[in-house]
């Protein structure tokens, strides 16, 4: 009886996966927690794409003494079936990234074996529904394990170790590791931001786009966006789509952002090796990138489009907000405005301190503005609170020997991305971000045993071949 297509391919990557398995020596020495128990070689904390595909990486690597924790339950890591709201990826459907360059892993692969060639040749976009299926499948053939339900709620240094306070199901609860990744998504290093005097308002009458948001409760309403961004008009889609009466979307540009910079980014020099350009550029194309903002594509505009009850205000910043009975009222240099509900949709704020995980170091992690001060034209104070990391995404110390451990805490999301371009946050850059970052991880584990690799290498004493005894200064034939 054949395989159904799923199975047949899940045999297909296992028997890939064992052809390019080459060394399968272990290396990695055990370590033991000051409470005895055994030491992880690394955590990673985020069970999203990131985190999935790191852990499979460390596993080729033979790095298997590893734990993944998400605070999400099961199939709900990441944004893909939570708060993203398009209907499709934005990204081509040819991109790669998950896979790591093995073919049989690919999303076309998993797509054409669920759906069939025919279904991925008339293909457009990628379904974020299936995007989060296919990460799902990865994880399962690859063998990674995520603990689910479980957030990481501080990070400390203890005789030698990273000491990581977990809470999951069963309560709280300590564990060590030598390495830790942050794979935390979006707001990894900060928090969703949304003008204060619209954090203000009654909860009831606003909402962060990346908040959980009951649309079928402003069905008939009066709902304003704030912002331009792909995500503002994700929002303002979703609520045309639920009934909503009115939807303004509102821009503080004269014009709407329509081009999209992480297009062109995308080649395969610049996802390699942006890393390994100075300061002065890594500055000056990522504040270019950064500055922009992200741009929406046609189909996403035109979700809005299609509906006669949509308006776009550009030049309309939000300058104030307040409660005029039970609506909300901004007010815009143009007059003011009423409406039934707010959505900011108004990205994230770099904010070390609002992350508890980061609370022990946080006033000790350099960030570009700490570590670079570009001239005055492209000056973006805003950027320069992301993080300054290392060669391989650690963090780095702003006051050197203060917390010099945290040369061991990786960071891989999107505020990796001043330091090294679409990486953390990129499913194309996956390909050569994650190898990066693995090295990274290996190099560290590899150079701090050096000393115990150097000692077993001395004592290494297991022949290869058996040799028949032989006389000094005397041939075969002439000892016979």
């Not at 690799?453 to 006389?471: K, N, R």
Request: charged share 25%; glycine share 8%; aromatic share 10%.
């Amino acid at each position: 009886m054949s395989l159904d297509p799923l199975a047949a391919l899940e045999a297909r990557i296992a028997d890939d996966l064992g052809r390019i398995a080459h060394p399968a020596a272990p290396w990695l020495k055990p370590r033991s927690g000051p409470d005895g128990s055994k030491a992880l070689d690394v955590l990673i904390v985020g069970g999203g794409q990131s985190g999935v595909v790191t852990a499979f990486g460390l596993k080729r690597m033979r790095v298997d003494n590893v734990l993944v924790v998400d605070k999400a339950a099961y199939g709900q890591e990441g944004p893909w079936v939570t708060y993203a709201r398009m209907k499709t990826l934005r990204s081509p459907k040819d991109f790669t990234g998950p896979d790591l360059d093995i073919p049989s892993l690919t999303y076309q692969s998993w797509h054409e074996a669920k759906y069939g060639v025919d279904h991925w040749r008339a293909l457009d976009l990628i379904t974020r529904e299936d995007w989060n299926d296919y990460l799902l499948f990865v994880r399962k053939v690859t063998g990674v394990k995520v603990e689910n339900a479980t957030e990481l709620t501080g990070l400390s240094f203890d005789r030698g170790l990273i000491r990581a306070e977990l809470s999951g199901p069963e309560g709280t609860r300590s564990v060590y590791a030598r390495k830790v990744v942050l794979a935390t998504g979006q707001d990894s290093t900060g928090r969703w931001w949304m003008p204060s005097c619209v954090e203000a308002l009654p909860t009831e009458l606003r909402a962060h786009a990346a908040d959980p948001i009951d649309f079928d409760r402003l069905k008939g309403k009066v709902v304003a966006v704030l912002g331009a961004g792909a995500s503002a008009f994700d929002n303002a889609a979703t609520a045309l789509e639920a009934g909503a009466a009115e939807v303004h979307l509102f821009c503080r540009r004269i014009e709407p952002q329509v081009i999209q910079p992480y297009r062109w980014l995308t080649f395969r020099g610049f996802l390699k090796h942006f890393s390994d350009l100075d300061d002065v550029w890594r500055w000056r194309f990522m504040s270019r990138v950064l500055g922009l903002r992200e741009g929406f594509p046609q189909a996403t505009y035109d979700r809005c489009a299609r509906h006669a009850n949509f308006t776009v205000h550009t030049d309309a910043p939000w300058l104030d907000a307040r409660v005029d009975g039970d609506r909300a009222v901004v007010t815009l240099p143009q007059g003011e405005f009423a409406a039934d509900f707010l959505i900011a949709g108004t990205g994230i704020a770099m904010d070390f301190g609002a992350k508890p995980e980061l609370a022990s170091f946080a006033d000790n992690i350099l960030s570009w503005a700490d570590a670079y001060q570009p001239p005055e034209a492209e000056r973006n104070d805003r950027l320069g609170g992301f993080p300054y990391l290392s060669e391989h995404y650690a963090f780095v110390e702003k006051q050197p020997g203060l917390t010099p451990w945290i040369r061991d805490v990786h960071l891989f999301s999107i505020a990796s991305t001043m330091s090294f371009g679409a990486s953390g946050s990129s499913i194309n850059a996956m390909t050569t971000a994650v190898p990066r970052l693995i090295d990274g991880i290996t190099r560290g584990l590899f150079c701090d045993d050096v000393e115990s690799h150097w000692a077993d290498f001395l004592a290494y004493d297991i022949p290869q071949a058996t040799v028949q005894a032989t006389v000094p200064g005397l041939g075969r034939e002439a000892a016979e």
